[in-house]
């Protein structure tokens, strides 16, 4: 059995220097089954809003639009628990260190499974804040409370598969990633077309469809898990899953990475804000801006987690040279495909933004901040090209501080002048700026990780066995 594990390492501590070839092959493989596993996602959303747009009362799919935004922020806070496994992993990886793979795996699944339950627990007093924030009707509360409350029994399912995601792309099995993901949205059709259709069950059937496909996703990364022998391994390294120093370790990466996701969603929560205090038309037109840039950030994504993949392996294996090739290429990838982008929404605004809306005053509006585009895909391709390399690097505090220091610095004063002066551009400014912060903060922060000494990589060895 140990063989058989060993040989999953795809780095070895002894390795010689990929070629640039190599590197690059396991760059794009691991890039393009990210990028086609991020696309999953807004797929099986877009497949529930399609059965329950075909019904004959609308209200149940306003309802289903209603809660989806409380289960937005509430799990794309706790996508943390992915970013937090996989460089762990990878770096575990790198150096062939089997049972710290295992144990990165269980310790993570111990968080998420605990903090699922926690929301399973906490879920009535999250229903009621939550829908006391949103403005509906009461024919359309009501259905989207009969979603939430059945949605909500798939959060430890969601929060566990977070942690397979991570550990099975730090092991660069983005195949299996890909399955998984494959396997939750077409199950998530199926259930849609039971629950919905067959038994007519409208915003409840919907919200059970996602929860139960979340959970067939799981058991089959659990059946992945035994299939590769992991599971025989499991009773040797049980005593070691609650050892202090590293749970305690593990659990500072996920709480710095959890104050991260919370400093972007209410960068993002201020900038719809302001944004509604400037118009309605203003409003409308931001918001489809902003929703073209999270389509681009399932691209950029890709490349941030291949690089946070690839960094961790290089890393555990002491593979250091190749750090900077791997930078260079990701971020030339990257930019690519930000600035590509970007000059798309530029160049074809109407038939692109006309795809989101058939509202001719909204697309007109939308024209005087296209080119903010250019710039703020620019600079966040190379962001989230650097927030994967640190992440490789299981620098949870740099990523936090980049974070904290972007809205406070560099978005917060210019969004008050925005509100003060009325003015929208200022806005757009200041989602730039709080942007560069981070790549500035991120990036000054990349020579001394790329510099010939042992003693980084030993504190890291220390902080994960």
């Known amino acids: 059995m ?37 696309m999953m996602v807004p797929l099986s959303g877009l497949v529930d809003a399609a059965f329950l747009g075909h019904l004959a009362d609308i209200r149940y799919l306003a309802g289903v639009a209603l809660a989806t935004v409380l289960f937005n922020i509430l799990y794309r806070t706790f996508k ?38 926690i929301i399973l627990l906490l ?24 979603y939430y409350n059945a949605r909500i029994w798939g959060a430890p399912a969601v929060l566990i598969n977070f942690v397979l995601i991570g550990w099975f792309m730090g092991r660069e099995q983005g195949r299996k990633v890909l399955i998984l993901s494959a396997v939750a949205s077409g199950s998530n059709i199926f259930f849609d077309y039971l629950l919905i259709v067959y038994w007519g069950w409208p915003s409840f059937g919907a919200g059970a469809a996602t929860a139960a496909s979340q959970y067939l996703m799981l058991l089959l990364g659990f059946v992945f898990i035994f299939l590769e022998g992991w599971g025989a391994k499991i009773p040797t390294v049980t005593r ?5 120093d590293a749970l305690k370790n593990t659990t500072k990466l996920n709480g710095d990475l959890f104050v991260a996701r919370l400093a972007l969603a209410a960068t993002i929560s201020l900038f719809t804000n302001v944004s509604s205090t400037l118009g309605t038309l ?15 950030a399932a691209f950029l994504d890709g490349v941030s987690f291949a690089t946070e993949s690839l960094t961790g392996n ?20 990257s930019l690519s495909i930000g ?7 530029i160049v074809l605004p109407d038939p692109l933004f006309g795809l989101l809306t058939n509202h001719g005053e909204v697309i007109e509006e939308i024209h005087h901040y296209l080119l903010w585009l250019l710039p703020i895909l620019g600079v966040w391709s190379l962001t989230l090209m650097l927030q994967g390399y640190f992440l490789g690097l299981i620098d949870g505090a740099l990523i936090r501080n980049s974070m904290v220091n972007g809205i406070v610095i560099g978005f917060i004063p210019a969004a008050i002048a925005a509100w003060k002066f009325h ?14 912060v981070r790549m500035i903060i991120l990036g000054i922060h990349v020579p001394n990780s790329l510099r010939e000494n042992e003693v980084a990589i030993a504190q890291n060895l220390e902080s994960v066995d």
């Open 314 to 333: 290089l890393w555990g294996a002491g593979l250091k040279k190749q750090l900077l090739p791997l930078m260079q290429m990701s971020g030339s990838i």
């Open 123 to 146: 879920q009535h007093p999250l229903r009621e804040g939550g829908f006391a924030l949103l403005s509906a009707t009461p024919s359309v509360k009501a259905a989207g409370l009969d």
């Open 423 to 436: 003015n929208n551009q200022t806005i757009w400014l200041a989602l730039f700026l709080f942007i560069v």
């Open 339 to 345: 600035l590509g982008f970007a000059l798309m929404l």
């Open 2 to 38: 140990d063989n058989l594990l060993q040989s999953k390492s795809p780095l070895k501590v002894n390795s010689q220097v990929l070629s640039s070839d190599e590197l690059r092959s396991r760059f794009v493989t691991l890039a393009v089954v990210n990028i086609l596993s991020n």
């Open 240 to 244: 070691s899953i609650f050892e202090m």
């Open 80 to 117: 943390l628990l992915r970013l937090g496994t996989t460089g762990l992993t990878a770096q575990a990886v790198g150096r062939s260190d089997q049972d710290t793979v295992l144990l990165t795996l269980l310790r993570n699944s111990l968080i998420a499974l605990v903090m699922g339950l």
């Open 282 to 296: 203003v409003l409308a037109a931001n918001t489809l801006l902003i929703e073209m840039m999270f389509l681009a």
